[in-house]
T-cell receptor, first 116, second 115 residues
Framework: GAGVSQSPRYKVTKRGQDVALRCDPISGHVSLYWYRQALGQGPEFLTYFNYEAQQDKSGLPNDRFSAERPEGSISTLTIQRTEQRDSAMYRC??????????????FGPGTRLTVL | AQKITQTQPGMFVQEKEAVTLDCTYD???????LFWYKQPSSGEMIFLIYQGSYDQQNATEGRYSLNFQKARKSANLVISASQLGDSAMYFCAMREGEGDDKIIFGKGTRLHILP
C-alpha cells in the first residue's frame, strides 16, 4: 500500500511568515510522529499522536510550533512567525500500534523548509 | 550525555566486503529497542532492522545483522557482501521503555561503497 506522504516536499518562505506542513500516514496506522532533521544530523523528535490525541510534545522547540491531528489521520505541523533557524527537513512517521518496543516507525519523504 | 553514539562519521569500504557500523547506547531502562535506518541520497528513511533488549539472539534481515552486545551497550550493524547501493547515511536509534514511543537517533555514519 501507499507509504507516508508529506506535502509540500519543499517550502521556501520569508522570515515572519507562518507555514503549515502536512502529513498523511499509512492507512490504519494509529501513531503519528513529527521529527526535525538538520543537515548531517539524525532526526530529532518533536511530537507524536495516538489517534487524535497528542501524547507528547516535549520536543517542540517553543510555542511557535504546534501540531494537530483532528480526525486521527492527517496531521498538520504549523510553525508561526518563522525564523531562519527553523530551516530544516521536517519528517513525519507513522506506526501501526500504540507503544510497544518493536513498533516500527515508517517515515515519509519529508518537507524541506527554507526560511529566508 | 548522548543516548546514541555513532563514532564513525564516514567510512569507505570496497564493494563485496563486509562492513560494520558502530553504535553504542546509554540507558538505565532494562526494556528498550534498537533500530537501524538507512538514508540514501534521495533522502528517504528506510527501516532496516530491530533488536529488543530481551531478545536472546542477534537480529538478522537478509544481508543485515545486528551484533548486539548488551553488557557493552553496543548494537553494531553488519552488512555482508556490500553493494554499491549500500552507499548511504546509516542511523542507529533507540526507544526506551514500553511507555515511551519516541525514538532517539544518533548522528549517523555515512557509508561509501567503492567499486
Amino acid at each position: 500500500g501507499a507509504g507516508v506522504s508529506q506535502s509540500p516536499r519543499y517550502k521556501v518562505t520569508k522570515r515572519g511568515q507562518d507555514v503549515a506542513l502536512r502529513c498523511d500516514p499509512i492507512s490504519g496506522h494509529v501513531s503519528l510522529y513529527w521529527y526535525r532533521q538538520a543537515l548531517g544530523q539524525g532526526p530529532e523528535f518533536l511530537t507524536y499522536f495516538n489517534y487524535e490525541a497528542q501524547q507528547d510534545k516535549s520536543g517542540l522547540p517553543n510555542d511557535r510550533f504546534s501540531a494537530e491531528r483532528p480526525e486521527g489521520s492527517i496531521s498538520t505541523l504549523t510553525i508561526q512567525r518563522t525564523e531562519q533557524r527553523d530551516s530544516a527537513m521536517y519528517r513525519c512517521a507513522s506506526s501501526l500500534a500504540m507503544g510497544g518496543l518493536k513498533d516500527t516507525q515508517y517515515f515519509g519523504p519529508g518537507t524541506r523548509l527554507t526560511v529566508l | 550525555a548522548q543516548k546514541i553514539t555513532q563514532t564513525q562519521p564516514g567510512m569507505f569500504v570496497q564493494e563485496k566486503e563486509a562492513v560494520t557500523l558502530d553504535c553504542t547506547y546509554d540507558t538505565s531502562d532494562p526494556s528498550y529497542g534498537l533500530f537501524w535506518y538507512k538514508q540514501p541520497s534521495s533522502g528517504e528513511m528506510i527501516f532496516l532492522i530491530y533488536q529488543g533488549s530481551y531478545d536472546q539472539q542477534n537480529a538478522t534481515e537478509g544481508r543485515y545483522s545486528l551484533n548486539f552486545q548488551k553488557a557493552r551497550k553496543s548494537a553494531n550493524l553488519v552488512i555482508s557482501a556490500s553493494q554499491l547501493g549500500d552507499s548511504a547515511m546509516y542511523f542507529c536509534a533507540m526507544r526506551e521503555g514500553e511507555g515511551d514511543d519516541k525514538i532517539i537517533f544518533g548522528k549517523g555514519t555515512r557509508l561509501h561503497i567503492l567499486p
